[in-house]
């Protein structure tokens, strides 16, 4: 298709636009971010712990999480991954998108500071607390294929049949599995475009603390990432805590890290005024 002089400076000045936006996104940001928590930082207070759950290797869980709750996910042993997946409790067809969460942030690593944003473009999640910043959002989850690729024959569990078993107790099904994020999954991308597993960044002990900014239904999976190169599918029990870490601030470093998060944060209001009105 030829193109007229017209429609080629359109494209032109829409490339130079994204270029802009996408050198303030990722030069703004990066230096708005809080630093990652201090592994003896931020203790929760005991009056404020509603539930403990241990999730045993290889099970998953499901929870409610009303706005202004948090979740503290543990990686106990230093070698689980805990894959989640989340959906607006008023309406679930409402859920978490992995891809909008990379492109509208301008990154594709999660840390402390950043929020996982669903499909409509509102905040699910904010990160306040995070003592890795080693979160795998390219990868996904671990299946009965990759299982049997990995670790041969044998009755392993795998995170896409947990999430479809954890759907049907939160009154889903497998249509709303989407894809996943995964924590304490040290994946990077190297100079070729590959993706590289860095399990020197994984520590037993980190945590990472996920408020939910609307009220949530979750769903957890602790099983081996893909990615995970040990040649054992046993990886040991994490800890999920939910605890009430009340609202953001307007000051909130997951709310005013960039300009995107602003937006979605506004996005989130707007639609709470529409329901009030």
Known sequence: MILTQEQQAEIAANRR?????????QGQAPRALPPLTARDGAPIAEAAIDHRETIADGWYWTTRL????ALRLVNTGGQSCVSLLAWSAAE???RLNHADTIKVQWA???RRGRVILSD???VLLSMVEDTSGAHDTLAGASSAVTNAEKYGAGSYRNSRDNFILAAGKLGLDRRDVMPCIAFFAPVAVDGTGRLVWQEERRRAGDFVDLR?????????????HPLDPLPTPRRGAVEAIRYRAGPAAPDDPCRTASAEALRAFENNALSDSAIAG
Do not use: I, W
Not at 17 to 25: N, T, V
Not at 66 to 69: F, I, L, T
Not at 212 to 224: F, G, I, Q, T, Y
């Open 17 to 25: 636009r994204y270029e802009e936006l996408k050198a303030a996104g």
């Open 66 to 69: 009303k706005r202004g709750e």
């Open 92 to 94: 679930p067809s409402e």
């Open 108 to 110: 594709a690593s999660l």
């Open 120 to 122: 409509m473009g509102r």
């Open 212 to 224: 939910a900014e609307m009220d949530l239904l979750v769903a957890l999976s602790n099983c081996p």
